[in-house]
């Protein structure tokens, strides 16, 4: 095989990105999966490219949605009693992480990645032939709830300082949108500047397919082989030994299954979440993604069908599934919005790799000269993979990079 600068290990979309910016900038590189491009956990999210995103998620502070959740009664989160004692540390921290000064900082650490999500999407989508995806008509969030705009406050603050176009809605500017949405609900929030794409594993392949023919290596192998080979880093491939001197780990969640063996251990929690596709011919018409906030659903039309997305369930990466969520709010999308009957006969599965900050780790690995990490994208591996991508190449190559990277060091856990 010819000389590889970089093994990238993880074709899902934030490792096929990392390939595709990295070839870009005349770098040799093997990009190594197990299974499919992009079939994992990049497959099932909700074709969401979130670069109006401001706030991070955050624990619930109101004792009535704790007590929902407690007692399986919620829709928007779900968890295995199990898994609990395990959770717990992650859980704690995260609540540390959503204190409204915590959150803010985080805001404002992860802003220049988000700003930048689009206009680089847009660039390696032009390139590679992929624009016909992308719907550039932005996302809604519909609030059902009277006190939920007054709660935004901060939010909405935020995004006029970060020059973030938003606009609050009643039912009949919802409606005006998306006019087969039934006002069952108080409110809504337009996001104008986010967008969608129709297919998301089809961009993962054109960007998988762009890299290759910028003389990038798509090969099968097992990230778990990953070992010391002299003073470069070598990969077990269905073609033979793979070496370079960099390795970059975008694995996300199985991150932690290789990380272990180099002595790296991170606080990476796991967000599973689901989803279904519904026949769009039967279903009524919907033109942008629509969530449900207070049930934690999400709405948006594919080429597969209108495909329904859960929120999140705490319970181990690889537990037999359990998408009790569809149960507890399809009466509440049925009333809000008419779907046709399924389009599949099972349910998808994946698990949202999620540090307790909801910041990624995207730069060198503690203690291990060559190695670098970009893990942990949690609900935003599409939006933040090309963007990630460009920090690591600017990191790699000694240029300045384009944000202080500091703020997504693995060391902020050690």
């Known amino acids: 095989m010819a000389r ?35 079939e994992q956990t990049s497959y099932g999210n909700s074709g969401v490219i979130e670069g109006s995103t401001i706030m991070p998620p955050a624990f ?6 704790l007590l929902r959740v407690a007692f399986k009664q919620a829709s928007d989160a779900n968890y295995h009693l199990s898994f609990l004692p395990w959770a717990a540390p992650w859980l704690l921290a995260f609540r540390a992480a959503s204190a409204p000064k915590a959150i803010e900082e985080t805001a404002r650490i992860n802003r220049p990645l988000f700003a930048r999500a689009i206009p680089e999407h847009e660039e390696l989508m032009l390139e590679s032939g992929a624009t016909k995806l992308l719907r550039r008509n932005g996302w809604i969030k519909l609030y059902r709830s009277d006190a939920a705009i007054p709660a935004m406050a901060k939010e909405l603050e935020l995004a006029r300082e970060f020059g973030v176009p938003v606009e609050v809605l009643d039912a009949d500017g919802v409606r005006k949108l998306e006019p087969s949405i039934n006002p069952t609900f108080k409110a809504g929030v337009y996001w104008p500047a986010a967008v969608s794409l129709s297919d998301p594993l089809a961009l993962t392949k054109a960007y998988a397919a762009r890299f290759v023919t910028l003389g990038g290596f798509a090969l099968k192998g097992d990230a778990l082989s990953l070992h010391r080979s002299g003073s470069n880093w070598r990969v077990e491939t269905d073609e033979g030994p793979v ?12 991150a932690p299954d290789l990380l272990k063996n180099f002595n790296i251990r991170l606080p990476m929690g796991f967000k599973r979440g689901y989803h279904r596709h519904f026949k769009t011919e039967d279903s009524a018409p919907l033109s942008r993604p629509v969530v449900d906030v207070q049930y934690g659903y999400l709405i948006t039309p594919m080429r597969q069908g209108i495909r329904v997305t859960t929120g999140a369930e705490f319970a181990a990466r690889d537990a037999a599934p359990t998408p009790e969520q569809f149960d507890r709010f399809m009466p509440k999308l049925k009333e809000l919005y008419r ?11 994946g698990a949202r790799p999620c540090f307790p900050d909801s910041r990624a780790v995207i730069g060198r690995a503690p203690g291990q000269k060559g190695m670098w990490l970009a893990i942990g994208h949690a609900h935003w591996g599409l939006t933040l993979g090309p963007v990630t991508g460009r920090l690591l190449g600017e990191m790699m190559s000694g240029e300045t990079p384009f944000l202080d990277p500091k703020g997504f060091a693995a060391e902020r856990f050690l």
Do not use: C, F, H, Y
Not at 243 to 254: M, R
Not at 339 to 349: H, K, N, S, Y
């Open 339 to 349: 779907i046709g009957p399924r389009a599949d006969e099972q349910t998808w599965l």
């Open 243 to 254: 070496d370079a001197p960099e390795v970059i780990v975008a694995l996300g969640p199985w």
């Open 60 to 65: 619930p502070n109101d004792i009535g949605a």
């Open 4 to 38: 590889t600068d970089v093994i990238v290990l993880g074709a899902g979309i934030v490792g096929t990105s990392i390939a595709l910016q990295l070839a870009k900038r005349n770098m040799s590189v093997a990009l190594i999966e197990r299974a499919g491009t992009g």
